[in-house]
């Protein structure tokens, strides 16, 4: 079978690591009538997850699930029905990319189909190059891409939730990783759920390692898991915990990636409940319109409900405390910035 995936080729992930949720710009929804094997093949080989839906699934799996990059419609399925369906999808998700399928054998029939659906693209699945230019890697609008580092399940929602929102607003593929199951804190397997239904809520990629709990500064192979999760991301973007926290594991985990992402142009960190005095933000992101759906995201923590920083009214008046340091503005988080580019988008 021709491959005929991304420019970049895929870098695998490393060895223990496992991909535990994708992100909708590595989603790519079908609509077909059959004889599509090959499409769907390529699909996997280039890095995305195709996921073959009647048109009647396709809004509930999107308000599951978030917005895809792509939905190819074949032109042999489209029909009154399905062009309301269409409609309504294109409201749940108007930032999703919507091309036709239309060969020789569709005729002017298919082609006519698509122009009363209002859709504009159409790509004969036979023209390996047209393929090869549709299945592009998704990046984000500016190119940008985000990777945020946590040692814990929620680390990472708890210090940047609401600036990784307004990444996804800004288009902007995000990944999480995770690098313990958090297994002292809970049940390790209700935690990767509850991670599981974060990361989707967030409409990021969730990777998680299995490193131990609370000993993560003995583990001397940290850095180059991290090295080879960059390698496979490739962000613009780095979050992760500040150095100045009482924290063990987010101490160790900061000073790995920090090796780790030498080469990523900007870094930055974040705050945690167990941040000492000295962590010193100088860069405040405004997080007025996401702040209350961060909130959101903390809620499927459950099992961790009984902590008091993931208590709606003080991870809010957290971000209030931090708007001083804007003007109009309610709500902020804080970043200590490691290194920074003039590109910066949020």
């Given amino acids: 079978m021709h491959s005929f995936g991304a420019p970049t080729p895929a870098v695998p992930l490393p060895d223990g690591i496992v991909r535990e949720a994708a992100g909708p710009e590595q989603v790519v929804l079908v609509w077909g009538s059959g004889g599509l094997d090959r499409l769907m ?45 269409l409609a309504a999808v294109r409201e749940l998700a108007p930032q999703t990319r919507v091309c036709v399928l239309a060969g020789a054998s569709s005729g002017a029939d298919g082609l006519l189909r698509a122009l009363r659906a209002g859709l504009s693209e159409v790509v004969d699945p ?28 929620d680390d990472v929602e708890i210090g940047a939730g609401a600036t990784l929102l307004r990444h996804r ?15 002292v804190g809970g049940d390790r397997d209700a935690r990767r759920r509850e ?25 001397p192979g940290m850095i180059t898991l991290i090295e080879g999760v960059i390698a496979a991301v490739r962000p613009t973007t780095v979050y992760v915990h500040s150095a100045a926290d009482n924290h063990q594991d987010h101490r160790a985990v900061h000073h790995a990636t920090v090796i780790a992402a030498r080469r990523v ?22 997080v007025d319109t996401t702040i209350h759906e961060k909130v959101e995201v903390l809620a499927h923590y459950r099992s961790q409900s009984t902590r008091h920083y993931l208590e709606p ?28 580019s003039e590109r910066a988008t949020v």
């Fill in 126 to 153: 036979a023209d390996e190059r047209a393929l090869e230019q549709l299945l592009d890697r998704q990046e984000g609008r500016d190119g940008e891409r985000v990777l945020a580092v946590g040692a814990h399940p």
């Fill in 265 to 286: 142009p900007q870094l930055f960190c974040y705050q945690s409940p167990s941040s000492r005095n000295e962590f010193a933000p100088t860069k405040f992101v405004a």
């Fill in 41 to 85: 093949g390529d699909l996997l080989e280039s890095g995305h997850l195709p996921l073959l839906l009647t048109p009647a699934e396709t809004p509930e799996m999107i308000e599951m699930s978030g917005a895809p990059a792509l939905l190819l419609v074949d032109a042999e399925v489209l029909d009154g029905s399905t062009v309301e369906i």
């Fill in 313 to 340: 009214d003080l991870v809010v008046a957290s971000a209030r405390y931090w708007a001083r340091q804007l003007t109009h503005t309610r709500y902020a988080e804080p970043f200590e910035v490691m290194r920074a």
């Fill in 169 to 183: 607003a800004l288009g902007h593929p995000l990944s999480i990783l995770t690098l313990s199951r958090g297994a």
């Fill in 195 to 219: 991670a599981v239904g974060a990361a989707v809520a967030l409409s990021a990629e969730l990777l998680m390692g299995d490193l131990p709990d609370t000993r993560m500064e003995d583990e």
